[in-house]
């Protein structure tokens, strides 16, 4: 019994999955038209039986394939239109006016990892709430040590069950004390972050930006200092002009410690790095106090180091010409419009390191 034609149009017909099913269920649902023929088979006598069963089970076969048959080709249609209709055209340009910028502090940032990287140096972190112990203690300026004010410490409540403040770091010094702790030498990181000082004028913020190095290993001399700034500032300003000088200083937690300075030239009325008109401090450094590396564990007799700290800020003032670093801080879009830089260029060492 093959499939009357009304049968086969019904199928063909069907103009989406929900119709096929429909057709589907009055043919072959438990009481389609097909099965009926199906069911009749049973109450057959043999003869009837032998010659229509064969043409019944052939009919319902037939059905069966139509059916799958125009599902398969609705199914089709359904994913051709879906491409069609929900096509994203990956090429569009973003918008202009959508574009933001990248920061003058994470552009230095940036930079100064890329120059240091280049040296050896990997990049260390720590919290900027700090114990007193990293703070201070460790980096041998123990409770009462005069040097303790030269810095205007922000001082949190002490909590629940705490003998002693903790403090908003004053600098990124604290980092050199976990590295010690965490890491055996030979040690090469720089650890740039924000640190908080009690202090707002045109050239002070309470927040503001420091990037701190550190080297141990084995004879490390003042020599290894100098010229790892050398190298840095030439590398930083893109100038072979770049001037150094160092200065003995003070810093509680090196010895010797020096103070180092760039030499600077007036153009068009403005300082600019290279030449030596004049000289500007720049950075502070000097060799690890023994008693430094002493708290951390390591035998001084056995390892030393150097260490330096620098202003992420002043350097981005210094390399980019801006004169008040309270603007770093305003978050005004046409300041960030006129000193940021633009997202996709990375500093790379053969690209220069600078925007
Ligand atoms: N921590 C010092 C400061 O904030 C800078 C410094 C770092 C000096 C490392 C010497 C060595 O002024």
Known sequence: MAADQTTLDAIAGAG???????????????????????????????????????????????????????????????????????RIDLSLPVPEARQGSVHPVSQVMDELAEIFADLGFSVAEGPEIESQWYNFTALNMPENHPARAMQDTFYLEPREGETEARVLRTHTSPVQIRTMERTPPPIRIIAPGRVYRSDSDATHTPMFHQIEGLVIDRNITLGHLKWTLETFLKAFFERDDVAMRM?????????????????????????????????????????????????????????????????????????????????????????????????????????????
Request: include cysteine; glycine fraction near 12%.
């Open 16 to 86: 989406d999955l929900a119709a096929l099913d429909a057709v589907r269920v009055r043919l072959l649902g438990k009481s389609g038209e097909v099965t009926a023929k199906l069911k009749s088979v049973g109450s057959m006598d043999a003869d009837t039986r032998a010659a229509e069963a064969p043409k019944i089970h052939a009919l319902r076969e037939q059905v069966t394939a139509a059916i799958a048959e125009r599902k398969a080709a609705l199914e089709d249609d359904e994913l051709e239109r879906k491409l069609a209709t929900e």
């Open 247 to 355: 200065r003995p200083s003070y810093f509680p937690f090196t010895e010797p410690s020096a103070e180092v300075d760039v030499g600077y030239s007036i153009e068009k009325g403005r300082r600019v790095v290279g030449g030596q008109q004049g000289w500007m401090e720049v950075l502070g450094s000097g060799m690890v106090h023994p008693r430094v590396l002493a708290n951390c564990g390591l035998d001084p007799d056995e390892w030393q180091g150097f260490a330096f700290g620098t202003g992420v800020d002043r350097l981005a003032m210094l390399k980019y010409g801006m004169d008040d670093l309270r603007a770093f801080f305003d978050g005004d879009i046409r300041w960030l419009k006129h000193y940021g830089f633009r997202a996709l260029d990375v500093p790379t060492l053969s690209g220069g390191v600078g925007a």
